[in-house]
């Protein structure tokens, strides 16, 4: 059954579409690093391993965000030879502070398959990239039209709302019959040409002009074939997300102790989230129960060491998908006992000036630069 396009378009409009949004693509898109080669150029069709790296980065983050990383990660790790080679520890650090640090470790994973089966190309075959790890159906999609120009379709936040506004569609694009929906759309919309330059340019739309709240319905290209503009429903569609329900968890940070040296843990591969990566040793507080006795409890739960709980380093407040984090970190005293693996895969101990070296997540990277301060002193009794 052919896709439906609204009744007010005529035979020529998706074309129009399409000459459009290439022709404001080409005037106003931004000049991101990943858009050029290693040599500053901006070529097309583009480097698909920096096309790549830099899609995988933009899941779930801004593009202000990626820009500082994507070019530290490229410096370091340049192709996928260096991706391959590198050590997972050298990977999350580069990722150290971007989040969802499983992309990292599906890219570092992806990159030696490629080694081990294609020589470390990037091969123009779907059948490939659909089976790397952590590759999806928008991963493979943008890859291989901006590298490759192959004809597929790309759906994120930005397309989703723009083309969602374009053909007046009313229900959610976001779940079950709309998410189908709009991936048909997207596929419909393609020109037989500069496939990949198109779908970067319904993204810059969404991102620029066709913005969640007051899109700028005054300067965008496509603004005679919107349907939403025609209903006066471009503030309406999409439906906003449902709220997510919140829930609020109290922890405790144990800043072990042993003379100069401080104690870290590493996470096991199969933890929840930061696997692999370190941190001091935490967990949730009972209700009601004290600070000083849950520093207690967790230290000999997690790592086996007796300790001797000191005065409060900080609090800090964090998300982590649907739960609001307050840590309560205090200082203590190594007491006694030995690590017991378990909760953790690794522990060792290091000096504060050491605490830059290995990837941790956000909420303990503050946790370690106020430790890492010449000037503080601790403070255990």
């Known amino acids: 059954m052919p896709f439906p396009l609204p009744e007010s378009w005529s035979g020529r409009t998706l074309a129009g579409v399409r000459t459009k949004l290439l022709n404001w693509f080409d005037k106003h898109q931004r000049d991101l690093p990943w858009r050029r080669d290693a040599n500053g ?11 790549w790296v830099s899609e995988v980065m933009l899941q779930q983050t801004t593009v202000a965000a990626v820009v500082p990383y994507f070019e530290r990660f490229l410096t370091a790790l340049p192709d996928v030879p260096a991706l391959a080679a590198a050590d997972e520890q050298q990977v999350l650090k580069l990722w150290e502070g971007l989040g969802y640090y499983r992309r990292a470790q599906h890219l570092h994973a992806a990159a030696k398959v490629l080694m081990e089966n294609h020589t470390g190309a990037l091969p123009d075959d779907p059948d490939v990239w659909a089976a790397l790890p952590g590759v999806g159906r928008y991963i493979l999609g943008a890859v291989l039209s901006q590298a490759f120009d192959r004809p597929l379709p790309i759906v994120e936040a930005n397309s989703l709302r723009v083309l969602a506004r374009l053909f007046g569609y009313r229900g959610d694009p976001r779940e079950g ?6 991936w048909s759309a997207a596929e ?3 020109p037989s040409k500069r496939v990949g330059d198109f779908n970067q340019s319904l993204m810059e739309l969404g991102a620029l002009v066709c913005t969640p709240a007051a899109p700028a319905c005054d300067t965008c290209p496509l603004s005679t074939s919107c349907e939403a503009l025609r209903l006066d429903l471009q503030e309406k569609i999409p439906p906003k997300k449902k709220p997510v329900a919140i829930t609020e968890v109290s922890e405790v940070g144990v800043v072990v102790r042993d003379g100069d040296k401080l104690l870290l843990c590493q996470r096991p591969a199969n933890a929840g989230r930061w696997q692999n990566m370190w941190e001091v ?10 600070v ?10 997690l790592t086996g060491f007796d300790i001797e709980p000191g005065a409060e380093v900080m609090v800090i407040k964090h998300r982590v998908t649907r739960y609001a984090i307050t840590l309560v970190c205090v200082e203590a005293a190594l007491v006694g006992g030995e690590f017991v693996p378990g909760a953790y895969a690794e522990a060792k101990w290091v000096t504060p000036a050491e605490l830059a070296n290995d990837p941790v997540s956000s909420p303990q990277r503050k946790l370690m630069t106020a430790l890492a301060n010449p000037n503080r002193q601790p403070r255990l009794f």
Do not use: I, S
């Open 188 to 190: 419909v919309v393609l």
């Open 41 to 51: 150029k901006l070529t097309v069709p583009r480097d698909a391993y920096r096309v």
């Open 292 to 301: 000083n006795a849950a520093a207690v409890r967790v230290a000999k739960e």
């Open 177 to 182: 019959e709309g998410k189908a929906w709009v």
């Open 281 to 290: 040793p935490h967990a949730p507080r009972a209700e009601g129960e004290e």
